[in-house]
């Protein structure tokens, strides 16, 4: 008995043993578990800390960049300030109260983590322009662009070191009937003389390669080099003498024409309500064929009717013809008018000491843009020429009205290339039916402005 109780307890004993052993391992595995745990967030942290001490210091770097740009913004905005003062010392404000205007850099911006917007930076400009900039630096507003009408309206100033190359080809058509009185009229009907007849149809051609050059943002210089090609077909027949027969001649004439020299100015800046004003000046020289070195014969059966055996290509004069643009933009339309004033000079020749008559000219018209690459414009150009004369004498009949309706269409092929096309009309007896004028300007910018 003594042995089986003994035994009994050996083997509870054993039981008990076996428990707290177990529970012991339960906890200990318990504990161990935590401090893994602990241990694996205490990394996760080290690791966040880490990061975010690696976007604090990029932040810190940009910021110092920024603080290098302000004040490199600061010396060109006192630079600036004290070349608008002259020889008065204007004290420099804090750059935060600068205008946006001269601010031309803009500042870096940071990614928040996790997020695509832009971090804020306390050194930010803010995106509107803010106050007035300071008189002098600020730049004349260009003129408008509109299709090219005529020598001094419409079109657009070439910008400082750009070169346009310009060429164009013009087409004019006019037909004309002329009678000829050389007669003695005794009676309202009744005439004794020599009266002709003459129908004329003159075609012209003209080809032209200009080119303009940016001497600054207001100023601009051009030159251009025409060849012209010219066809007239005039057929007469004088009805005082009998003749049944027409006579009809046909002469040409194709040469370098006369050289032209521009330049054009923007005079202003178009503010306070003010249009913007470009004061033109153009001049010719007398390179082309002259119309007093044109020789002239006798039609064979046909008294009194006289044909030129070739046709002038120039005016044979030089030429000086100032003028003052106005454009008054009103989006989407542009107002403008020109006057102008030519001046013709003497030219001695065959027959003598030729004054051509001066020349008073105004035109005046709308542009609309039709979109950003279309545009097109309505206008009216008149010139009146005044009266010639040959050794003092004035010429009968010199005195010239020409009125054109003006019509003009741009189109803008490239950002270098654009197409320019305008129609003329003739509104009195003296000016051309019908003219068209093709433009083709291309922009080159050799130097940076």
Same mark, same amino acid.
């Given at each position: 008995?003594?042995?089986?109780?003994?035994?009994?307890?050996?083997?509870?004993?054993?039981?008990?043993?076996?428990?707290?052993?177990?529970?012991?391992?339960?906890?200990?595995?318990?504990?161990?578990?935590?401090?893994?745990?602990?241990?694996?967030?205490?990394?996760?942290?080290?690791?966040?800390?880490?990061?975010?001490?690696?976007?604090?210091?990029?932040?810190?770097?940009?910021?110092?960049?920024?603080?290098?740009?302000?004040?490199?913004?600061?010396?060109?905005?006192?630079?600036?300030?004290?070349?608008?003062?002259?020889?008065?010392?204007? =004290?420099?404000?804090h750059?935060?109260?600068? =205008? #946006?205007?001269?601010?031309?850099?803009?500042?870096?911006?940071?990614?928040?983590?996790?997020?695509?917007?832009?971090?804020?930076?306390?050194?930010?400009?803010?995106?509107?322009?803010?106050? #007035?900039?300071p =008189?002098?630096?600020?730049?004349?507003? &260009?003129? =408008?662009?509109?299709?090219?009408?005529?020598?001094?309206?419409?079109?657009?100033?070439?910008?400082?070191?750009?070169?346009?190359?310009? *060429?164009?080809?013009y087409?004019?058509?006019?037909?004309?009937?002329?009678?000829?009185?050389?007669?003695?009229?005794?009676? *309202?009907?009744?005439?004794?003389?020599?009266?002709?007849?003459?129908?004329?149809? &003159?075609?012209?051609?003209? /080809?032209?390669?200009?080119?303009?050059?940016?001497?600054?943002?207001?100023?601009?210089?051009?030159?251009?080099?025409?060849?012209?090609?010219?066809?007239?077909?005039? &057929?007469? &027949?004088? %009805?005082?003498? /009998?003749?049944?027969?027409?006579?009809?001649?046909?002469?040409?004439?194709?040469?370098?024409?006369?050289?032209?020299?521009?330049?054009?100015?923007?005079?202003?800046?178009?503010?306070?309500?003010?249009?913007?004003?470009?004061?033109?000046?153009?001049?010719?020289?007398?390179?082309?064929?002259?119309?007093f070195?044109v020789?002239?014969? #006798?039609?064979?059966?046909?008294?009194?009717?006289?044909?030129?055996t070739e046709?002038?290509?120039?005016?044979?004069?030089?030429?000086?013809?100032?003028?003052?643009?106005?454009?008054? *933009?009103?989006? *989407?339309?542009?107002?403008?008018?020109?006057?102008?004033?030519?001046?013709?000079?003497?030219?001695?020749?065959?027959?003598?000491? %030729?004054?051509?008559?001066?020349?008073?000219?105004?035109?005046?018209?709308?542009?609309?843009?039709?979109?950003?690459?279309?545009?097109?414009?309505?206008?009216?150009?008149?010139?009146?020429?005044?009266?010639?004369?040959?050794?003092?004498?004035?010429?009968?009949?010199?005195?010239?009205?020409? /009125?054109?309706l003006?019509?003009?269409?741009?189109?803008?092929?490239?950002?270098?290339?654009?197409?320019?096309?305008?129609?003329?009309?003739?509104?009195?007896?003296?000016? #051309?039916?019908?003219?068209?004028?093709?433009?083709?300007?291309?922009t080159?910018?050799?130097?940076?402005?």
């Amino acid at each position: 008995m003594k042995m089986k109780s003994g035994s009994g307890k050996l083997l509870l004993f054993g039981v008990i043993k076996r428990i707290i052993f177990t529970v012991c391992i339960l906890f200990m595995n318990s504990s161990y578990a935590k401090t893994g745990s602990q241990n694996n967030s205490l990394a996760q942290y080290q690791k966040l800390i880490a990061e975010q001490q690696k976007e604090f210091q990029m932040q810190r770097q940009i910021i110092a960049e920024q603080g290098k740009e302000l004040e490199l913004l600061k010396s060109r905005l006192e630079a600036l300030t004290n070349q608008v003062s002259g020889n008065k010392q204007i =004290p420099v404000e804090h750059a935060s109260n600068k =205008p #946006q205007a001269v601010l031309t850099k803009k500042p870096q911006t940071v990614l928040a983590k996790n997020n695509n917007e832009p971090a804020k930076s306390p050194n930010q400009f803010p995106s509107k322009p803010v106050g #007035q900039a300071p =008189p002098g630096v600020v730049e004349k507003p &260009r003129p =408008p662009e509109l299709p090219r009408l005529s020598e001094t309206v419409g079109g657009v100033l070439t910008r400082k070191g750009n070169i346009v190359v310009e *060429p164009s080809l013009y087409y004019a058509y006019t037909s004309n009937n002329r009678v000829f009185l050389d007669a003695f009229t005794f009676l *309202p009907a009744i005439a004794i003389g020599l009266i002709d007849l003459r129908e004329i149809k &003159r075609h012209n051609f003209i /080809g032209t390669l200009g080119a303009r050059y940016g001497v600054t943002d207001s100023l601009e210089l051009e030159f251009r080099v025409p060849y012209v090609y010219r066809e007239d077909i005039q &057929r007469s &027949r004088p %009805v005082s003498i /009998g003749a049944g027969v027409d006579e009809t001649f046909n002469a040409t004439g194709n040469d370098i024409g006369d050289l032209e020299f521009a330049g054009r100015y923007q005079l202003n800046s178009g503010s306070d309500g003010w249009p913007i004003l470009v004061g033109n000046i153009v001049a010719t020289a007398p390179t082309g064929k002259s119309p007093f070195d044109v020789n002239f014969v #006798q039609a064979q059966g046909v008294p009194g009717a006289v044909f030129p055996t070739e046709l002038p290509t120039g005016v044979g004069y030089f030429s000086f013809q100032p003028s003052l643009t106005a454009l008054y *933009p009103t989006d *989407p339309a542009v107002f403008f008018g020109n006057l102008s004033y030519s001046y013709n000079a003497e030219t001695n020749t065959n027959a003598g000491k %030729v004054n051509p008559g001066d020349t008073l000219g105004f035109s005046f018209g709308m542009g609309f843009g039709i979109n950003e690459r279309s545009s097109f414009s309505l206008g009216y150009s008149h010139k009146h020429v005044l009266e010639s004369e040959i050794d003092g004498n004035a010429i009968n009949g010199s005195t010239l009205d020409i /009125g054109q309706l003006l019509l003009g269409y741009s189109f803008k092929y490239s950002k270098r290339t654009m197409f320019n096309l305008s129609l003329g009309i003739g509104a009195t007896t003296d000016a #051309q039916d019908v003219t068209l004028n093709l433009r083709v300007p291309m922009t080159f910018g050799l130097f940076d402005s």
